[in-house]
């Protein structure tokens, strides 16, 4: 049997490489008739290795800031296209989420988004009162 020829190393580095390549714990703990907890074990020290957790919504809680600093970056970074792009992006997300703040959230919002889209084009923005499809306040 190959297996009795393989080291305890050489067995570890099997499991590795096929779990690297996406075979399932499960598969190779009942192909090598090994406990699947260990071959977990080693599935989650990959990830660790890999991508500093092995929890998916650690590591998706990762990308969502990850992604932030990169868009942050492209603002104020990029070329004036990349920037008008990811201000038209904001604007956009910025609407879906419009009404359900406060009118002083609102109120900081607008003043953010008119100060990005003068620092992006550098040329002043006219205010001017919101249009009939604006969700208005009196202050």
């Not at 499960?26 to 500093?52: E, M, N």
């Amino acid at each position: 049997m190959v297996m009795m020829d393989l080291t305890d190393d050489q067995l570890i580095d099997v499991i590795h490489r096929l779990l690297t390549n996406g075979v399932p714990p499960s598969a190779i703990a009942k192909s090598f008739d090994l406990d699947p907890t260990g071959i977990r074990d080693i599935q989650s020290h990959i990830r660790v290795t890999r991508y500093g957790t092995d929890e998916l919504t650690e590591a998706m809680n990762f990308l969502i800031w990850d992604a932030y600093d990169s868009a942050l970056t492209l603002m104020h970074e990029g070329t004036p296209a990349n920037k008008m792009r990811m201000v038209g992006l904001v604007l956009s997300r910025s609407i879906s989420i419009a009404g359900r703040q406060s009118p002083e959230s609102m109120d900081k919002m607008r003043d953010f988004l008119i100060q990005l889209a003068a620092d992006v084009g550098n040329t002043p923005v006219a205010v001017s009162e919101p249009g009939p499809f604006v969700v208005a306040h009196d202050n």
